[in-house]
């Protein structure tokens, strides 16, 4: 979409599947989406802590953060 901006992470089942995926989007320049960006870093984090819920291996979510 013209002028919106996003970044999704994955979320992981006990299998390894992805089974959903969550997304931050905005007006373009008005949240930071920088990989190493707070934003991100909390998606990711979310994304991590819910994965391991689902009973998602560790090694699966690994992230480079």
């Known amino acids: 979409v013209p002028g919106i901006d996003a970044v999704s992470a994955p979320v992981f089942d006990h299998d390894g599947r992805i089974v959903m995926v969550m997304s931050i989007m905005g ?4 949240i930071d989406l ?3 960006s707070a934003p991100v870093r909390h998606l990711v984090c979310v994304c991590d802590q819910l994965s391991l ?5 560790r090694s699966t979510i ?3 953060f």
């Not at 007006?27 to 008005?30: D, H, I, K, T």
């Open 27 to 30: 007006a373009r320049g008005a």
């Open 34 to 36: 920088a990989l190493d």
């Open 53 to 57: 819920k689902l009973g998602a291996a």
């Open 62 to 64: 690994q992230t480079a």
